[in-house]
């Protein structure tokens, strides 16, 4: 079976999920049920979802933009210097532009994750 991801919607799709992620609690709920990491074509979007996962893990609460600018400062060591200037040019743009079509990028990603959490569950069963 080949990988699948979010590539097929490209870079800009990919980001305003992983806004949505972060400024939409109730959203980063449902996605982080059915959500893969590596569904995500980028790499540092993929340590951005993860940060706030490990986030979430650790203080049982959602982030804010200001932790998550703390966060993006000083946890990034372990992270390529591309991957850190990435991520925080990311950062630094998600904030001067609104997301158009939220409900879209919602609907689609969770329907999405959905499906292929589906397929693995039907592969692990065919295999057993």
Known sequence: MSK???????????EALCHLI????PFADQMYEVLDINFLELKYLQVFVRLIQEYREKFSIHPTENIMKSILRTELSNEL????????????????ADIDDSEYI???????????????????????
Do not use: H, P, T, W
């Open 22 to 25: 972060l400024i939409d609690r």
């Open 106 to 128: 919602k609907s689609v990603s969770l329907d999405f994750c959905r499906k292929q959490k589906l397929k693995e569950a039907m592969l692990k069963s065919e295999n057993s």
């Open 4 to 14: 699948e991801d979010f590539s097929q919607y490209g870079k800009d799709f990919q």
């Open 81 to 96: 210097d591309s991957v850190q200037q990435q991520l925080r040019n990311f950062y630094a743009r998600i904030f001067k």
